[in-house]
């Protein structure tokens, strides 16, 4: 579903950026290479910057994306509905979160498959964020959302709120500071769920929630990574097949953004010592902020 024209979103008429080019195919030439061709690049720089998302197309090998839903599965997916909810109960630090009726967000252990380099340093995906979000960009978060079937469609919501609530002007007017990137790691069509987002809502103000008549919905495929502005307005929806969905979300930030309101209680990431510790020196100075945090917030439950 397209956005109609009195939404009151700033979608760019100049650029001719709309729902139909958010979407930029990658090739594999630009997966081996580890970088989009310039048209690309400009493409997905424009959708981002107008619309608040874009979807890599194919920014994944299938295998990368394949022996993370393995990992997943070696993790969580002896769980069912009730036994995640059942996780989700114990008290803080506690790595699973309810978020709506049969949806978790979990904080996933960065080992086996999410520790790979192709994994959160992708390096065509570090390419590209580099120039939005500086060269000292951090991860500032790698957690999960599962949706079991009977999901409901989940609240319109921004990943944080705008900056600077006392200038409400300014909030939505600021460049991007955080990136949400989306990795399903199973194909999800509209049976299963996928994301709708509502284009250019990233440079709306705090206040009445658009209707989902207006959002832009597109199924995922695995390989896919969906760049999500961290203000832009979107909603899972409702799971009404009989899969179980798991997405990874790996948040990118400029060095001087952390995201202390969705991880009050909880780490934004868990990485074993030894791990972080044989990482490449740039990797580690990727995780250095949100290992921080991790450390400080305390172990978590890992049974």
């Given at each position: 579903?397209?956005?109609?024209?009195?939404?009151g979103?700033?979608?760019?008429?100049?650029?001719?950026?709309?729902?139909?080019?958010?979407?930029?195919?990658?090739?594999?030439?630009e997966?081996?290479?580890?970088?989009?061709?310039?048209?690309?690049?400009?493409?997905?720089?424009?959708?981002?910057?107008?619309?608040?998302?874009?979807?890599?197309?194919?920014?994944?090998?299938?295998?990368?994306?394949?022996?993370?839903?393995?990992?997943f599965?070696?993790?969580?997916?002896?769980?069912?509905?009730?036994?995640?909810?059942?996780?989700?109960?114990?008290?803080?630090?506690?790595?699973?979160?309810?978020?709506?009726?049969?949806?978790?967000?979990?904080?996933?252990?960065?080992?086996?498959?999410?520790?790979?380099?192709?994994?959160?340093?992708?390096?065509?995906?570090?390419?590209?964020?580099?120039?939005?979000?500086?060269?000292?960009?951090?991860?500032?978060?790698?957690?999960?959302?599962?949706?079991?079937?009977?999901?409901?469609?989940?609240?319109?919501?921004?990943?944080?709120?705008?900056?600077?609530?006392?200038?409400?002007?300014?909030?939505?007017?600021?460049?991007?500071?955080?990136?949400?990137?989306?990795?399903?790691?199973?194909?999800?069509?509209?049976?299963?769920?996928?994301?709708?987002?509502?284009?250019?809502?990233?440079?709306?103000?705090?206040?009445n929630?658009?209707?989902?008549?207006?959002a832009?919905?597109?199924?995922?495929?695995r390989?896919?990574?969906i760049?999500?502005d961290?203000?832009?307005?979107?909603?899972?929806?409702?799971?009404?097949?009989?899969?179980?969905?798991?997405?990874?979300?790996?948040?990118?930030?400029?060095?001087?953004?952390?995201?202390?309101?969705?991880?009050?209680?909880?780490?934004?990431?868990?990485?074993?010592?030894?791990?972080?510790?044989?990482?490449?020196?740039?990797?580690?100075?990727?995780?250095?902020?949100?290992?921080?945090?991790?450390?400080?917030?305390?172990?978590?439950?890992?049974?």
């Open positions: 579903m397209a956005i109609g024209n009195d939404s979103f700033r979608v760019a008429a100049s650029s001719g950026c709309n729902r139909l080019d958010w979407i930029v195919q990658v090739s594999h030439d997966r081996a290479f580890g970088s989009l061709n310039p048209a690309n690049a400009n493409l997905a720089y424009t959708s981002l910057r107008e619309n608040g998302c874009v979807l890599l197309r194919g920014a994944f090998q299938e295998r990368i994306v394949d022996a993370m839903q393995r990992e599965a070696k993790q969580y997916g002896s769980l069912d509905d009730v036994a995640m909810a059942a996780r989700s109960s114990r008290p803080a630090p506690n790595p699973v979160m309810e978020v709506g009726k049969s949806r978790y967000e979990i904080t996933l252990e960065m080992s086996g498959a999410f520790a790979a380099p192709e994994a959160f340093p992708n390096p065509l995906l570090i390419k590209f964020l580099l120039p939005l979000l500086g060269t000292e960009l951090r991860l500032s978060g790698f957690t999960a959302v599962v949706s079991y079937p009977g999901a409901t469609v989940q609240h319109i919501h921004r990943d944080h709120p705008h900056l600077f609530p006392d200038l409400p002007s300014l909030g939505p007017e600021l460049s991007v500071y955080a990136i949400n990137v989306t990795v399903p790691l199973i194909d999800v069509d509209r049976q299963t769920g996928p994301t709708a987002v509502w284009l250019g809502s990233h440079r709306r103000a705090e206040g929630l658009p209707g989902m008549e207006s832009t919905i597109e199924p995922f495929k390989g896919d990574a760049l999500i961290y203000r832009t307005l979107h909603a899972g929806l409702a799971n009404a097949s009989a899969n179980v969905r798991p997405i990874a979300y790996l948040v990118y930030a400029r060095t001087w953004f952390f995201d202390e309101i969705n991880h009050r209680k909880r780490t934004s990431l868990d990485m074993p010592l030894a791990t972080y510790l044989s990482m490449p020196q740039y990797t580690k100075s990727l995780l250095l902020r949100a290992f921080r945090h991790a450390i400080r917030e305390g172990p978590r439950d890992r049974e």
